[in-house]
Every structure is written in C-alpha cells, then in structure tokens.
C-alpha cells in the first residue's frame, strides 16, 4: 500500500510540472481587467476615445521577449474606425495594420488586430497607447 501513494504521489508531481512548463512558454499575455482603468498587461493603458474591455499581446519567442501584436477589445461597434497603437507616452503610433470585427448584438464588441512595425522589448513597456479615431 505504501508503495502505491509513493507511485501516486510522483504522478501528480510530474502531472504538475508538466501543466507549470507549458503555461511558462505560451507566447500571449491576456489582460482581461475592466475598461481603461487599471494597468494593461504590460505598462498602465492609456486609452483615447473607445473602452477597452480587453487586451492581448502576442510575443516573439525570443529572449528578451519582444511585443509583435497587440489584440484588443472595445465596447460597442467601433469597426468603421481606424486604430492605432503605441508605448510610453511617445505619441509614435506602430503599426502596419490594426482592422476591426465587430461581433454583433447591443452594444457588442470590436476585437481589433494589430501587427506592430517594428517589435518592441517588453522590458521597455511602461504604458500602451490605444488611439480609436471615427472612420475609416
């Protein structure tokens, strides 16, 4: 019988470490915290004329880690807008594309994807930049 908890025992150690391993690798931080008030996954949101309810940044696997794209969430139909993304405050918008799917119902969603221009270290995230502007 001792044996046995011991051969259990090692199974549910192996199963855990197996489980903490690949939640270590994914190459995607969610932030799913309520809209524009308290800091994005990587940084404070700083968000101009939409609500982000969510946000999502895809990394290159690299090491140090570089940001790639940035998925976000606004409340409401805001896909006829055009959306931009930046970092800390510069006022440079990086992106080469940022499109809109608005999900349907009232008020619904838009998930935006965006592909940045040029990757950016995550260690030198202090605040992400979302401009939402009307039309297209």
């Known amino acids: 019988m001792r044996r ?4 259990l025992v090692a199974a549910v150690a192996a199963g855990a470490l197996v489980l903490a391993g690949s939640a270590a690798f994914t190459n995607s931080i969610v932030d799913g ?15 101009q004329n939409a609500t982000v309810t969510a946000i999502s940044y895809t ?4 090491d140090p880690p570089s940001v790639t794209a940035v998925q976000f969430t606004t409340q409401g139909d805001t896909s006829g807008s055009t959306a931009q993304i930046g970092f800390n405050g510069t006022g440079t918008m990086n992106v080469t594309g940022c499109t809109g799917t608005h999900s349907g119902g009232s008020p619904g969603s838009t998930t935006y994807d965006c592909t940045l221009g040029t990757p950016v270290l995550v260690s030198s995230i202090t605040s992400t930049d979302i401009v939402v502007a009307a039309g297209a």
């Open 59 to 62: 990394l290159d696997g690299n």
């Open 33 to 47: 915290r309520a809209a524009n008030t308290v800091a994005g996954a990587y940084g404070a949101l700083d968000v």
């Open 4 to 7: 046995n908890n011991r051969i």
